[in-house]
């Protein structure tokens, strides 16, 4: 594959500044590239890099004077980096097809076309996979479960019996989807299961992470939302609902029944408590520990989660603690020796 | 299937109000049950569907006057709704009895009656399985690894060698019950690892969630106590004990060697250190970091967990610190000025 | 096998207190072990049992006068206690050299001496097995994946397209290496996927825990150093280093792009952000939340984690926080009287 500078910058829709012939022939890191590879600064910390890149052309967020490289300026980086990506290496995996004989695919299962199965996947009865689906090898889609259109089933992923996947959803290694619901009710000292007989419902061109589970409703659905992208060992709990274009980072928990609005964001670890509701575009900090709901394009962080902008005065205030303790044992030391003084003259 | 409101009222032993010949066909959520579907309000944010609901009926905690459709009053809707879920849905599912021509098993493996065993499914040497198990697609049960009667081992689960299950247990999927046990010791710059010649035992009752990890027992064994709960994602060290009927929520990490008493309960992504005690009928918050042993009983949450009233007395301070480091400085400087006055009058 | 004290002894480097032709059968925790049996004391929790228990011998760090049994006296017990359960127990699993029927190994696929692959494993397209590894039954390799001599990798193991793991390599159950980095580009309201071209490579003598998840990089490689121990359900982001010899406790996030160092330890559960680097050496405590780099050798702690020393000042301080609280208060009224008075007085 080669395509010429000057198509790149179409393509990103960059201004180029350097040679429009220069051929590329594919994407690296600014410190691996070599001849031919185009490569990118997306972060500061790599600036550093532009004058020792082996790279043939860089692009970048703004024009860097004397650039030693030709440099394609772009608002987004990151986003440039996806769209040449896609030139070189495709936006996901061409299917194959093929269902291989070793699949064990119920006869009452539907598949689309050019559906692939690889080695070892089980399809139980009654379930539907729509067109242009990969199947990979030793996936599990219980019974009467419906994957759409265009998706990416990696391997050993299990989708638990009458799950709902939408249409262009990528699910990594291991995740699980519809897993029962935590739900126990109290009988003298011991625990009654609850049986989980909902579902889950993943829209449209959600990506969920390796490791994720996503357990099934107790009655009714527990949904995400189209759009969302879920990272890695995410936990989300029975009958929660993500609105869309959210995105949830690694190890956060959601617990049962909340609600997450549209284009939220949960960081890394976050917890979240049940029955309450995040309102949509609302940010939650790295760790945090959320309590109570969240109001639409609030950002919070802590534990519990407060106001960002709270919680990163109280955490500054919090380093001086020790010193503050001091000061206010010389204060009471201070006044204790005026008082005294003061009631000698009274005296 | 069909039951009529007199008979839920007396299988949840509740108390009806409305009319008892009413046909229940269904279980549903409040927002989503229509004609012939009983729901119930098992948290009082859906008290206010309880108008627009299409159920037929209702089960609710206390009597509401001028309710618009039948009630059952019990004094535990969510043990209610267990009960009558159970009715429509089953507690578990019925084993087939059918051990699939791609499973597996080894000779030296002993089935008993009933057991369902899934398609690629495997089980080593020396393996045995209760009756009525159903083990599903794509599980592996190592050698001499022992499984009770009446278990649902759900799809890619592992189950190592030589661990033992007992009765009634249910493993979700992706769930490693007998991993290697992390312990090193510290050789020069190195660590080598201690091989992890003990394993798992879990009894009866037990409940292990979705991508769950139980690591075995470097000598000995790692015991989870009858009757406890674990949700997902939950990590149990070695030479964990866990005593009867406790909850683990999602995300826990247990240390190794770490003592759970019985109807202990640990809230979600809560951590324990290695080595501590934590007694009968402790409750650890969710998040809490829990660095020391909890007395039985004791409710504990935050960094370093404390005592949760005191823990939330700081942490409701917390709060007010930027305004009280403002205090003390203002504190600080009007005794100054009292002391520059008094000295002035003094001098 | 039977071992005499007198050759433990030896083997171990450590001083025998006792009857060197005592023979030994097996090892044992405190608790548990019987006539034949050596134990040994790591905790000093387990001291107590020193006069109840069955064992024949001890393996202690100090000489305990009147001991009731030999007693081997060591630098480092578990070093000691690696050494002996390798002796009992072997160090890893003998590879049978057997290519089970039922695995799916592509013709393209090489595979060195004495390889043993379990029952329903898929080794794609071009993937590479070292002599003596062990594939256990239900593992997925990837195409083009290379994995090192003398490697064991456990049941439901995934092994991404291109990833290359050294020698000496445990996987354990469920781990995913090499599923695709979370990286996306806004674009507008929605989430653009980049696509992940790079990989992962794991170096020698690494242990992989179970349920842990390691994302390729974008471009180039995520990669983890020599001798470096990795617990269970460990997120790695995507472009993450880790050095030599570090140990990554249970639970533990590493965002995008972030470097860790030679001999590192992250406790359970820490979190870190991405583009940060942490020196050789240092430690992160648990529960930690790091939001800018570490320097080597340094011990952190608590969110934001800082210095532990002066975060343990801090949290110690926070108890005290209710108190001073009323403090600051009487403070505030004792000189408000004060100065009332002295207004008087100069009145």
């Known amino acids: 594959m080669k395509v ?17 012939s220069v051929q590329i022939t594919g994407v690296a890191g600014i410190e691996d590239a ?13 600036a550093s890099f532009l004058h020792t890149t082996g790279a043939s052309a860089i692009i970048v967020a703004r024009e860097i004077p004397d650039a030693p490289k030709p440099l394609i300026v772009v608002a ?3 986003l440039a980096l996806a769209q040449v990506l896609e030139v070189f290496a495709g936006s996901r995996p061409e299917p194959k097809g093929v269902v291989d004989s070793t699949a064990v695919v119920s006869q009452s299962a539907t598949l689309g076309a050019d559906v692939s199965v690889g080695a070892y996947a089980v399809i139980e009865d009654g379930a539907s996979i729509g067109s242009n689906t990969i199947i990979s090898p030793l996936v599990y889609v219980g019974r009467g479960a419906s994957i759409g259109d265009d998706c990416v089933i990696h391997p050993m992923t299990v989708v638990r019996e009458g799950v709902t996947l939408g249409d262009r959803v990528i699910v990594h290694a291991h995740a699980v989807i519809g897993s029962d619901g935590f739900g126990y009710a109290q009988e003298g000292q011991s625990h009654r299961r609850i049986p989980q007989i909902g579902t889950v419902i993943v829209e449209d061109d959600v990506d969920v992470g390796a490791g994720v589970t996503i357990d099934r409703a107790t009655l009714g659905a527990t949904r995400i939302g189209r759009g969302t992208k879920i990272d890695n060992l995410v936990q989300i709990g029975h009958n929660v609902t993500v609105g869309e274009e959210s995105i949830i980072v690694a190890q956060v928990g959601i617990s049962g029944s909340t609600e997450i609005g549209k284009r939220v964001i949960l960081a890394g670890q976050a917890g979240l408590v049940g029955h309450i509701k995040v309102g949509d575009g609302a940010v939650v900090g790295a760790q945090a520990g959320v309590t109570k ?11 519990p989660a407060r106001s960002h902008q709270a919680a990163s ?7 001086h603690l020790p010193d503050l303790l001091k000061r206010v ?13 003061h009631q000698g003259e009274k005296g």
Chains 1, 2, 3 share one sequence.
Request: glycine letters at 14%; proline letters at 5%; hydrophobic letters at 30%.
């Open 4 to 20: 010429n500078l000057g198509e790149i910058a179409q393509l990103t829709e960059g201004t180029l500044i350097g040679d429009a």
């Open 329 to 341: 044992k010389r204060l009471e030391q201070r006044l204790g020796e005026l008082e005294s003084e």
């Open 76 to 78: 987004q980086p990151y």
């Open 34 to 46: 070599g001849e031919g590879d185009i490569t990118f600064i997306g972060h500061p910390r790599y």
């Open 293 to 303: 709901s969240v109001a639409p394009g609030e950002v919070v962080s802590g534990y």
């Open 313 to 319: 005065r109280v955490y500054a205030c919090m380093q």
